[in-house]
């Protein structure tokens, strides 16, 4: 089984729409959770972090958080050519960068 | 000029030459990390330092020699490498090792590695 997993998609949603991404993880000790956005050639960038059971607003994304069904995702809303890139997301034992587990990323396209 | 800056951004190399990667932080952290990015598989992490200290090492191996003079600089010494070792080589940093307040990594641009 694969320590965080994440479908690679490609996932497409018109614009305006929500995207929703879905990670799930292994490690029931895993206490912080990270998504980052990779656009092609670029570097990976954190867009959100969580760290209690719920969800966590900001901007137009929202990370949805259930340590009990080991679960995480991402709602990107009034979606936007610009969020087209692969979301990669990350799970750590601790609050720090003990070691960061990443996904094999989800690709998302934005269709105008 | 960017927070984390990785020379080259593209090597070609054959098994049994000798190269260097290059990574400069402009952020004033005091952790540094390599990963590696293959197609179709997660970010491994490689290396982690930490106030120039070696803290991690991920069963990485010794064909891979990373280095790290000061807390600005890291670099990834390669010797006799294979061709599955072709891959995106990530540079990042973050203010702190085990205690971040956000867990943020910046990455550079990475180094695309590929082993003839």
């Known amino acids: 089984q694969k320590e965080v997993e994440q479908n690679s998609g490609p996932l497409s949603v018109p614009e305006g729409a929500i995207a929703s991404l879905n990670c799930t993880y292994s490690?029931?000790?895993?206490?912080?959770f990270f998504w980052y956005r990779q656009y092609s050639g670029k570097s990976p960038e954190l867009i959100m972090f969580?760290?209690?059971?719920g969800d966590k607003e900001d901007g137009r994304f929202t990370a949805q958080l259930n340590k009990a069904s080991q679960y995480v995702s991402l709602l990107i809303r009034d979606s936007q050519p610009s969020d087209s890139a692969t979301y990669l997301c990350?799970?750590?034992?601790?609050?720090?960068?003990?070691?960061?587990?990443f996904g094999t990323g989800t690709r998302l396209t934005i269709i105008p | 000029e960017t927070g984390v800056t990785q020379t080259p951004r593209h090597l070609v190399m054959g098994m049994t030459n000798k190269k260097s990667l290059k990574c400069e932080q402009h952020?004033?952290?005091?952790?540094m990390y390599w990963y590696k990015q293959s197609a179709k598989k997660p970010l491994e992490l490689m290396f982690v330092y930490s106030l120039e200290e070696r803290v991690e090492n991920n069963s990485v191996p010794s064909r891979f020699s990373p280095e790290c003079p000061n807390s600005s600089h890291l670099f990834l010494h390669l010797h006799t490498l294979q061709p599955e070792d072709s891959a995106l080589y990530l540079c990042?940093?973050?203010?702190?090792?085990?205690?971040?307040?956000?867990?943020?990594?910046?990455f550079g641009e990475g180094s695309r590695l590929t082993v003839l």
């Open positions: 490690d029931r000790g895993s206490q912080s």
């Open positions: 990042a940093s973050s203010q702190e090792f085990k205690v971040s307040p956000t867990g943020e990594l910046f």
């Open positions: 969580i760290y209690s059971n």
């Open positions: 952020l004033g952290h005091n952790a």
């Open positions: 990350a799970v750590n034992r601790g609050f720090g960068n003990e070691k960061l587990t």
